[in-house]
């Protein structure tokens, strides 16, 4: 099979790849920055703990308007949202760290979650309802996700050094009257969005694994936060691409396909990464021994 | 003292035979041949998927006081075996479809047997069967009802077959979310493409998509059928893909809820008949 035939000719033939496509370009836009800007504050597992922290708020939802999915995504942004509010509150009230309070509250919110479905007696499997599939994204679900992304990166444009430095340098941001909580407040709005506009559209491995492994493997290529950000999309696009295609010639699972390429690259990152890699330190310290 | 007397003049009424079935299905068959002689509950109701149920103490507690449970088999149930342990549940156990010659691909099993009515005569017999173990003194009545049923179930098989056999040979391809309807398919000559295989806990992969896109587009598959249990979305997008409409709702492994059009077995396998011919031109 010519090269255009692997590569090109399954985009071009198939509406839903090319829709799973924009989907993939508008989670590298926007949840790889956002990706690495958590790992930078050592909140990688966040995107796992948000997924569970909605379902009181989608339960709530369902319980109020029944199966609308408005009702139910829209309740479980708000119970994320208060989630992550809550656990930034406490981080800058008491002495307990971010991934502490957060884990304390998502356990909170998912045990009440699982109770209030429990209490209307019946299997309803909520959850399954607001999760998508990379397959199967329709038209409002991919407006969604890609206004989530041009909104990030406007948002990240305009709130850039304010950003960067509450995450490494919180009392110099307080000390020159930059907003901190405003811009902790910022990013945790923009986490939070671009989780469950991801759950809903594409499920949640995607969702998250697209958010964190792209940024865990730029640390090893990039070393300014620009240049990891681009690094982390441009990682996003080649592990939800090689998925895709993967999934077509292959007849494997999308999802977990495109998240198993984006683990191989963060793997051959590791050994071959420029910034910090095996390969790369070992061949510094025979420098060092050599000479 | 004239109160109480009063209270505890009228004997207790008898304790009905207490039947627990698996699923909304299971249920009805068991509810028609049982009749007022026993009080049968489902474990997954309607419009719920069985292939991820997941049991709740409430369910073991209720198999647990059960007299007789009731089940598929042809591991439709995956969540059985530890509810019976759980529950510790030591009473009598009938596997409905017993005797029966499922469709094989390699190892698995097509569990959707009562698909095919012929099947599910034998699922009424095995109850029948079942009950009247559980309940000797009303054998008799067991034995009409399922009887009367039977020859429903041979009325209405007659009723489809006829219905299912004016649609053209060119037209008996649609697509549905999950494999639910091999049985049916063999039985009056309708070829099923799934989204799923036989279990709904799968993930699709885009050649299976483009596959099913591909054979609706040229016109090689005539309607697309989304079913009360699962998410329609894949099923709309394959549609908008390839022009083909998504004609009504399938039951494929649930009743509907009491009150609409699925809400007993015989009245859901006419729907699905009905739905199926009136998509392909019949």
Request: aromatic share 6%; net charge positive.
């Amino acid at each position: 099979m010519s090269g255009y035939a692997v590569l090109v000719q399954p985009f071009v033939d198939f509406a839903f790849m090319r829709r799973a496509l924009v989907a993939i370009v508008a989670l590298a836009v926007g949840s790889a920055p956002i990706g690495c800007l958590l790992v930078l504050r050592r909140m990688s597992l966040l995107g796992d703990a948000i997924s569970h922290a909605l379902l009181p708020g989608a339960a709530l939802g369902y319980l109020v308007a029944g199966f609308s999915l408005v009702a139910m995504s829209g309740g479980g942004f708000v119970a994320a949202l208060v989630v992550a509010l809550l656990s930034a509150a406490v981080t800058r009230t008491t002495t307990q760290r971010e991934d502490a309070s957060f884990a304390a509250f998502y356990l909170i919110a998912l045990a009440l979650g699982v109770l209030l479905i429990s209490t209307r007696g019946s299997s309803v499997d909520l959850v399954r309802v607001l999760f998508g599939s990379i397959l199967a994204v329709d038209d409002p679900a991919l407006l969604m996700i890609a206004t989530v992304a041009s909104a990030t990166l406007l948002a990240l444009a305009w709130m850039y050094r304010p950003l960067v430095l509450e995450c490494f340098d919180p009392a110099y941001l307080r000390a020159v009257g930059g907003g901190g909580p405003a811009v902790h407040v910022a990013l945790l709005v923009l986490t939070v969005a671009n989780l469950v506009a991801g759950f809903q559209a594409l499920g949640t491995l995607m969702s998250v694994g697209l958010m964190i492994l792209p940024a865990v493997a730029a640390r090893f290529w990039a070393s300014e936060v620009w240049s990891l950000g681009v690094a982390a999309g441009l990682i996003a696009l080649l592990a939800g691409v090689g998925g895709l295609l993967l999934s077509y010639h292959r007849e494997l699972p999308a999802g977990p396909s495109i998240v198993l390429v984006a683990g191989a690259i963060y793997v051959a990152s590791i050994v071959a990464g420029r910034r910090g890699g095996l390969l790369a330190r070992a061949s510094r310290r025979r420098r060092w021994r050599g000479a | 003292m004239v109160a109480a007397a009063a209270r505890g003049a009228a004997p207790p009424p008898p304790v009905a035979l207490r039947v627990v079935a698996s699923f909304s299905i299971l249920a009805d068959l068991a509810r028609v041949v049982a009749g007022e002689d026993a009080s049968v509950a489902a474990l997954v109701g309607p419009d719920a998927d069985v292939h991820v149920f997941e049991p709740t103490p409430a369910d073991a507690r209720r198999v647990r006081d059960a007299d007789l449970l009731v089940v598929n088999g042809l591991h439709f149930e995956g969540w059985l075996d530890r509810l019976l342990e759980a529950a510790q549940y030591r009473g009598r156990l009938v596997v409905a479809s017993d005797g029966i010659v499922p469709r094989r691909r390699g190892n698995a099993i097509d569990p959707h047997a009562w698909q095919d009515l012929r099947n599910t005569r034998r699922y009424v017999e095995n109850l029948r069967a079942a009950l009247s173990l559980a309940a000797p003194l009303k054998a008799a009545d067991f034995a009409r009802r399922a009887a009367a049923y039977e020859v429903a179930l041979g009325e209405l098989d007659a009723r489809v077959r006829a219905r299912l056999s004016a649609i053209p040979p060119t037209a008996r391809r649609v697509i549905t979310t999950h494999d639910a309807f091999g049985y049916l398919g063999a039985a009056y000559g309708i070829e099923f493409l799934a989204l799923q295989g036989w279990s709904t806990d799968a993930e699709p992969n885009a050649s299976d998509v483009a596959r099913l896109i591909e054979l609706a587009r040229q016109a090689r598959v005539r309607a697309i059928f989304v079913e009360n249990i699962s998410d329609p979305r894949l099923a709309q997008r394959i549609s908008a893909e390839a022009g083909v409409p998504v004609a009504a709702t399938l039951y494929s492994d649930a009743l509907s809820r009491p009150g609409t059009e699925a809400d007993t077995f015989l009245r859901m396998f006419e729907h699905n008949a009905d739905a199926l011919a009136a998509a392909l031109g019949a």
